[in-house]
Every structure is written in structure tokens, then in C-alpha cells.
């Protein structure tokens, strides 16, 4: 039997916000630079939160359950940075601050009590703060034709807001006020290597990344990991009417790391906790999508 799919078919959602901005940077001299920005964001939810779609599970409903009582997300953004910009040496380091006001999010929720199927729907976090220090260093080509990249970044992210939970007479709000936000991790640390001497060329670039909560209750994570991925090619003359034709072979993954890559499907807690008024919060189990195993590809390109 096919699903009624006779209402719930005109829908509609109007937002407005006013986005003030502002940024100014003071030139000290060629080479360094201070800068200085704030700014208003605005970010609508989802159009597919509007409707149920997805497959149709008899008795459970769509996969996909729409939430039309959501809020647009606000932020407030503001940041303070050096830039240091030399012949042969780059690089800055910022300062940033974010605040968020019903932050989005996309959850995943059981169908029924043994979680044979899962529904996801999209969801107002509440508020949320952020600080952080972003930094990079990198080079214009040395010994020849080696350009080194350095980056890291320290993110502290926290949730404002205790989050309701539990369905029917169940429901209750987690102590979730002051937990880390999910799937931000708190550090990352970037290395990347370029060479290139006008024919030949390749690169190496390792990423570390620490681990990322998928619960707001920060009771279950993924753990952090290092990728590393390579690249070759040789860059040939032109010919006719080529223009600089190209063979590349890329790897990613060199290491064949099996990873979690990131959380498909946050949940408010993945173990039983207690509400602020004293009821029994089930939890559920997060989903997460599987990093990609080892790869090479090869490309050949030209330009006419």
C-alpha cells in the first residue's frame, strides 16, 4: 500500500534578518598587517525539513520526518588576526569568537524499541559558543621548488542551552549546558609539502584530526586520526594545439587507515542518563560514515 501523500503538500517558510558587517584592516607597513572583523550570519533550515521524504516504513513512516516549528540559526561572529606577508615567508594567526542562536542540526532517531530502522529529522540545538585560534605558515618556493604549509587550529566549542529529550510523558531536558559541541573537533594539525619545477610536479599533505563528539551529552565520540595523501604528474610541453598537457596520479589514504570519517547521525545521548527532573532518558546509538579505504587515480588533462 502506498503512503498518503495528500497533505502536507503546500508548505511554505518566509525569514528575514538584517546582516550588519563590518571590517577593518591597518596596513602597518608591506610586509604586516592587522585586521579586524565582526558580522551577523543567518542560515535557513533545510527545505527537505519542510516535508517527510525518503523511503516509507508501514506503521513507522518516512525515513526523513520533517520539523516545521523550526528556527533559523543566528550567529555573531567576530575576529581579530595578524598577517605577515614576506618575500619568501607567509602567514597569520586569528583569533575568533562565534555565538549561535538555535544552532541546526540534523539528528537520527529510533523507529521503534529495537532500532531495526531510523528516522532523521533536522533540529534546533539551541545556543551555542565558540572560541578558537586558527594559525598558518607557509613559503613562496625554496631550494628550488619546495613550498612547505603549516597549519593548526584549537577550537573550544559549548553548548548554551540543556536539551529536551525523552518523547510523551517521558519528556524531560538533559544537562547538556556547558558539553562540547558534536562534531567539532578540538584540534587540527595540517602539513602539506609542494614541488614543482615547471614539468615535474607532486605534493604530500598529513592532516591530523582529534577526536569529535556525536551525542550532546559528549557520553560517546569517534576518535581522532591521521590521513595522509600523495599526488605525482609531469607537466609536458605543448603540443599543438595543447596546451600544457598532463598526466596525474593522486592516493589518498596512503596508510590504508580504517577510520571513522565523521557522525552521520547525532543523538542527545547514546547511554541511559537522568533528566534535570529526575526521569530516565533511553539513549541511542549514534551513526557514522565509514572513512574511504586507499585509492589511486589517474588523470591526463590539456588545455586548448
Same mark, same amino acid.
Given at each position: 500500500?502506498?503512503?498518503?501523500?495528500?497533505?502536507?503538500?503546500?508548505?511554505?517558510?518566509?525569514?528575514?534578518?538584517?546582516?550588519?558587517?563590518?571590517?577593518?584592516?591597518?596596513?602597518?607597513?608591506?610586509?604586516?598587517?592587522?585586521?579586524?572583523?565582526?558580522?551577523?550570519?543567518?542560515?535557513?533550515?533545510?527545505?527537505? &525539513?519542510? $516535508?517527510?521524504?525518503?523511503?516509507?516504513?508501514?506503521?513507522?513512516?518516512?525515513?526523513?520526518?520533517?520539523? #516545521?516549528?523550526?528556527?533559523?540559526?543566528?550567529?555573531?561572529?567576530?575576529?581579530?588576526?595578524?598577517?605577515?606577508?614576506?618575500?619568501?615567508?607567509?602567514?597569520?594567526?586569528?583569533?575568533?569568537?562565534?555565538?549561535?542562536?538555535?544552532?541546526?542540526? &540534523? &539528528?537520527?532517531?529510533?523507529?521503534?524499541?529495537?532500532?531495526?530502522?531510523?528516522?532523521?529529522?533536522?533540529?534546533?540545538?539551541?545556543?551555542?559558543?565558540?572560541?578558537?585560534?586558527?594559525?598558518?605558515?607557509?613559503?613562496?618556493?625554496?631550494?628550488?621548488?619546495?613550498?612547505? $604549509?603549516?597549519?593548526?587550529?584549537?577550537?573550544?566549542?559549548?553548548?548554551? &542551552?540543556?536539551?529536551?529529550?525523552?518523547?510523551?510523558?517521558?519528556?524531560?531536558?538533559?544537562?547538556?549546558?556547558?558539553?562540547?559541541?558534536?562534531?567539532?573537533?578540538?584540534?587540527?594539525?595540517?602539513?602539506? #609539502?609542494?614541488?614543482?619545477?615547471?614539468?615535474?610536479?607532486?605534493? $604530500?599533505? #598529513?592532516?591530523?584530526?582529534?577526536?569529535? $563528539?556525536?551525542?550532546?551529552?559528549?557520553?560517546?565520540?569517534?576518535?581522532?586520526?591521521? #590521513?595522509?595523501?600523495?599526488?605525482?604528474?609531469?607537466?609536458?610541453?605543448?603540443?599543438?594545439?595543447?596546451?600544457?598537457?598532463?598526466?596525474?596520479?593522486?592516493?589518498?589514504?596512503?596508510?590504508?587507515?580504517?577510520?571513522?570519517?565523521?557522525?552521520?547521525?547525532?543523538?542527545?545521548?547514546?547511554?541511559?542518563?537522568?533528566?534535570?527532573?529526575?526521569?530516565?532518558?533511553?539513549?541511542?546509538?549514534?551513526?557514522?560514515?565509514?572513512?574511504?579505504?586507499?585509492?589511486?587515480?589517474?588523470?591526463?588533462?590539456?588545455?586548448?
Amino acid at each position: 500500500m502506498l503512503p498518503d501523500t495528500s497533505t502536507g503538500r503546500n508548505t511554505s517558510k518566509t525569514y528575514q534578518e538584517p546582516l550588519p558587517t563590518v571590517a577593518i584592516r591597518y596596513q602597518i607597513n608591506p610586509e604586516n598587517q592587522i585586521f579586524v572583523s565582526g558580522a551577523t550570519n543567518f542560515r535557513m533550515p533545510t527545505n527537505y &525539513s519542510l $516535508y517527510d521524504a525518503g523511503a516509507y516504513y508501514k506503521g513507522s513512516g518516512y525515513a526523513t520526518h520533517a520539523n #516545521l516549528n523550526q528556527n533559523p540559526e543566528i550567529s555573531i561572529s567576530e575576529e581579530v588576526g595578524y598577517r605577515y606577508t614576506g618575500k619568501t615567508i607567509m602567514g597569520s594567526i586569528t583569533y575568533f569568537h562565534y555565538d549561535f542562536t538555535n544552532r541546526l542540526m &540534523s &539528528s537520527s532517531q529510533c523507529m521503534d524499541d529495537a532500532c531495526t530502522n531510523y528516522f532523521s529529522t533536522n533540529i534546533n540545538a539551541g545556543g551555542q559558543t565558540t572560541n578558537g585560534v586558527d594559525a598558518e605558515i607557509g613559503t613562496r618556493p625554496i631550494f628550488r621548488y619546495f613550498r612547505p $604549509y603549516v597549519s593548526f587550529e584549537y577550537v573550544d566549542a559549548r553548548l548554551g &542551552s540543556n536539551l529536551q529529550a525523552g518523547s510523551g510523558s517521558g519528556i524531560d531536558y538533559l544537562r547538556t549546558k556547558g558539553k562540547f559541541a558534536p562534531e567539532t573537533p578540538k584540534f587540527q594539525v595540517g602539513f602539506n #609539502l609542494d614541488y614543482d619545477d615547471g614539468h615535474l610536479f607532486g605534493g $604530500y599533505n #598529513l592532516k591530523y584530526v582529534s577526536r569529535q $563528539y556525536s551525542t550532546f551529552m559528549n557520553d560517546q565520540s569517534i576518535p581522532g586520526y591521521v #590521513l595522509m595523501n600523495a599526488n605525482i604528474g609531469y607537466r609536458f610541453g605543448n603540443l599543438g594545439f595543447l596546451q600544457a598537457p598532463n598526466v596525474r596520479i593522486n592516493f589518498s589514504n596512503l596508510t590504508d587507515k580504517a577510520y571513522l570519517g565523521f557522525v552521520k547521525g547525532i543523538q542527545t545521548n547514546a547511554t541511559q542518563q537522568t533528566g534535570i527532573f529526575g526521569k530516565t532518558v533511553s539513549g541511542s546509538t549514534p551513526t557514522y560514515a565509514i572513512a574511504a579505504p586507499f585509492a589511486a587515480i589517474a588523470s591526463v588533462s590539456a588545455g586548448f
